[in-house]
């Protein structure tokens, strides 16, 4: 059984930063994707940033330039460094791995006051 484990969330001020660390265990073989969704009370499920394995990234208009995904080289762990955070960044973030089935974290909590 794989599980992800998200860590790193917490209250910011605006303009601050947070790193988001999320690791799998169990059965894993690297994941040939994996990125981080983010949802916002009363808003649906978005993706906030994608890594591939060929290394390509995608990222959500509201976070280029402000947010960088990366991962460890197994596929195992995947980081998401997130800068001037503004308010409407808070929401709950899951990371996300693919490997023939989608596997999902626990989400953690990002909190940023104005």
Avoid at 17 to 43: E, T
Avoid at 51 to 61: C, F, L, M, V, W
Wanted: aromatic share 10%; with cysteine; proline share 2%.
């Amino acid at each position: 059984q794989v599980q992800l484990v998200e860590s790193g969330g917490g209250l910011v001020q605006a303009g601050g930063s947070l790193r988001l660390s999320c690791k799998a265990s169990g059965r894993v073989l690297g994941f040939s994707a994996m990125a981080w969704y983010r949802q916002a009370p009363g808003k649906q499920r978005e993706l906030v940033a994608g890594i591939y394995s060929g290394g390509d990234t995608k990222y959500a208009d509201s976070v280029k330039g402000r947010f960088t995904i990366s991962r460890d080289r197994a596929g195992n762990a995947v980081y998401l460094q997130m800068d001037s955070l503004k308010p409407e960044d808070t929401a709950v973030y899951y990371c996300m791995g693919s490997s023939g089935a989608n596997y999902w974290g626990q989400g953690t909590q990002v909190t940023v006051s104005s």
